[in-house]
């Protein structure tokens, strides 16, 4: 298994000292997240030897998502306070100081810059670009963790779950509401399968 090649522990610890905590900070909650979201993708693809495919799609969905819906891509490109225009000055001086960087990482780093920026092109573009560069990465990839549990486990809890429903406790409301009562019924039939 190839190594992955923007494995960086300096620039890992550097994102983490420097621009981690600023988007948290920020009062416009909607761009503080999608720039959490975007700081994500960087620090993943310099702090570890095999990064995780599966949290950097959910990263660049969470971007995308945003800004596709109206409301939260208009409260992402709005006006900042003050405070907040300090904030996204300091983090494009720090994000545009990091040099030397793979394409990929620049990409990113990219991505970051115009989020604080606040540049619809130039987010669009650059997610794009990012997206394309992941995708011809030679970086491995985990398999998605399995929700499936061991099949002495699930049958342990249909047995639970079918005993609860058959005597519930008295301090359990869930024989006294229909939906409930409509909801346990089925989980019953279900389970008797």
Avoid at 14 to 22: A, G, K, L, P
Avoid at 68 to 97: G, N, Y
Wanted: glycine content about 4%.
């Amino acid at each position: 298994m190839p190594d992955n090649p923007d494995y960086n522990r300096e620039l890992y610890e550097w994102q983490d000292r420097t621009v981690e905590t600023i988007p948290k900070d920020m009062d416009n909650r909607d761009l503080g997240f999608v720039l959490e979201a975007a700081g994500d993708i960087f620090r993943e693809l310099t702090g570890r030897q095999w990064p995780d495919g599966y949290y950097i799609g959910e990263k660049v969905g969470r971007i995308e998502k945003t800004l596709r819906h109206p409301i939260d891509r208009q409260e992402v490109l709005a006006s900042l306070s003050d405070e907040d225009q300090d904030r996204v000055d300091e983090l494009k001086t720090k994000w545009f100081s990091v040099k030397n960087l793979s394409t990929r990482l620049t990409a990113a780093r990219n991505l970051n810059i115009a989020l604080a920026d606040q540049n619809e092109q130039a987010i669009w573009f650059n997610l794009r670009r990012f997206k394309e560069m992941w995708a011809s990465g030679r970086v491995n990839r985990r398999p998605p963790e399995t929700r499936r549990r061991p099949v002495a486990v699930r049958s342990h809890l249909r047995r639970r779950v079918a005993d609860h429903l058959k005597h519930p406790p008295g301090a359990c409301l869930c024989h006294r509401s229909r939906t409930a009562d409509r909801v346990r019924r089925g989980l019953a039939r279900r389970l008797r399968r």
